[in-house]
């Protein structure tokens, strides 16, 4: 037989056996140990029983806390996990595809051993938790933006900001840097931000009713007594952890995959995304115990 085909065989069964072993988990997790699954589920318990309005924290995340409050309350704990499981699984695979233009079956298997094979994506996407949800919107809304159809694009990540209200960040990042095959205008692309805008925004309506107007939800409480050192020493490990020794050096094997002309578009965008990301992580973490 064929080596490399031997080989594709081999790595595609991999996949999947990681997979099977992370829906078995989902199974036998019950509802894992974030601490903001139960307040999600208690959302819509409450709406469903006596019509009260909560929030699980202070802005409230309302397409998760539906969601997973539905699937828990009338499915239980293993339907909630798979479904977020698996909407991190299409996510992935649906941003893969936003990037590339031409699909390449190494490169997607590469990408994925490469998210799959890091611990804290892995297991943090084994429970119930928003971040699943807002993530494989903002995939579909890539998706769709990189193939101009920009009414689903909208509406997509519309829903990926009704999940993570943070997600603004980086939908904004994607609405103006996302260059490829793409000669939008800065007026388009506003008025594309300003759809989306509005769209995400109305899921936080009920919120900032029950708030009487005030925008005092928008942030939330950051206990800053460990001083900056502190903060940094916690934001700087719980990186490396997230990336690990082998996602470092798959990232920096997958660097010369990229041609020349995808190199600074492609690159230009990632940067962006990362430092966004590890900005808005390092302003809230501390609000998060190591595990």
């Not at 318990?45 to 019509?51: F, N, P, R, T």
């Not at 809304?141 to 993570?164: C, D, H, M, Q, V």
């Not at 230009?268 to 430092?275: E, G, S, V």
């Amino acid at each position: 037989m064929n080596t490399k085909l031997t080989e594709k065989y081999l790595i595609s069964f991999l996949i999947v056996v990681i997979i099977s072993y992370g829906f078995y988990l989902c199974f036998i997790g019950g509802y894992g140990s974030d601490e903001d699954t139960l307040p999600m589920i208690y959302v819509f318990e409450a709406k469903l029983h006596d019509g009260r309005f909560v929030s699980s924290r202070f802005t409230g995340y309302p397409v998760p806390e539906i969601g997973i409050g539905f699937l828990s309350y009338f499915f239980g704990s293993f339907a909630a996990n798979s479904i977020t499981f698996l909407f991190h699984l299409i996510g992935l695979i649906i941003i893969y595809l936003s990037i590339e233009n031409k699909i390449s079956f190494r490169k997607l298997i590469l990408f994925l051993i490469l998210c799959l094979s890091s611990p804290i994506l892995f297991f943090e996407n084994l429970e119930p938790i928003d971040y699943s949800w807002a993530f494989l919107f903002f995939s579909i809304g890539t998706f769709f933006y990189s193939r101009k159809t920009f009414e689903l694009a909208i509406l997509s990540f519309g829903f990926a900001i009704g999940s993570r209200l943070n997600f603004l960040i980086f939908v904004m990042l994607i609405i103006f840097f996302f260059n490829f095959n793409q000669n939008l205008s800065l007026r388009k692309k506003t008025i594309i931000f300003f759809c989306t805008f509005v769209i995400g925004g109305l899921f936080y309506l009920p919120v900032w009713f029950h708030n009487n107007f005030d925008l005092s939800w928008l942030s939330s409480a950051r206990p800053t007594e460990q001083g900056f050192f502190g903060l940094f020493a916690r934001f700087s490990y719980k990186t490396w952890s997230a990336l690990g020794f082998i996602q470092f050096f798959m990232i920096l094997l997958g660097f010369k995959y990229l041609t020349k002309k995808d190199y600074d578009n492609k690159i230009k965008l990632l940067i962006l995304l990362i430092i966004s990301n590890l900005l808005l992580f390092l302003y809230i973490e501390s609000r998060f115990n190591l595990r």
